[in-house]
């Protein structure tokens, strides 16, 4: 079965970073899987925030992430990791890591992520 671990969330003040991962194990093939990260507020809807299509290398971003999150995956290690700059209390979410093949969604277990102003 795939399985996704996510981590790295946790309270920072506004500006400041934080850097999410998530570990994906199985018997897959990680360069077949498009990957990224959703994400949903509270009281708001779910949104993507990243993502990498399958036989990519080129991250594509939600507008108000653009500049200050930069998605990266590692193949090798079957990760995919979010970096979070200037975090902004609109950032505050459960964030989600998903990859994709054939349609089949895969979800990480959610890390919360609460910046402070």
């Known amino acids: 079965d795939v399985q996704l671990q996510a981590s790295g969330g946790g309270v920072v003040q506004a500006g400041g970073s934080l850097r999410l991962s998530c570990a994906a194990s199985?018997?897959?093939?990680?360069?077949?899987?498009?990957i990224g990260w959703f994400r949903q507020a509270p009281g708001k809807e779910r949104e993507g925030v990243a993502c990498?299509?399958?036989?990519?290398?080129?991250?594509h971003y939600e507008n108000s992430v653009k500049g200050r999150f930069a998605l990266s995956k590692n193949s090798a290690k079957k990760t995919v990791s979010l970096q979070m700059n200037n975090l902004g209390v609109e950032d505050t979410a459960v964030y989600y890591c998903?990859?994709?093949?054939?349609?089949?969604?895969?979800w990480g277990q959610g890390t919360q992520v609460t910046v402070s102003s």
């Open positions: 998903f990859i994709i093949n054939h349609g089949i969604v895969h």
């Open positions: 990498i299509s399958a036989g990519e290398n080129v991250a």
């Open positions: 199985g018997g897959f093939t990680f360069d077949d899987y498009g």
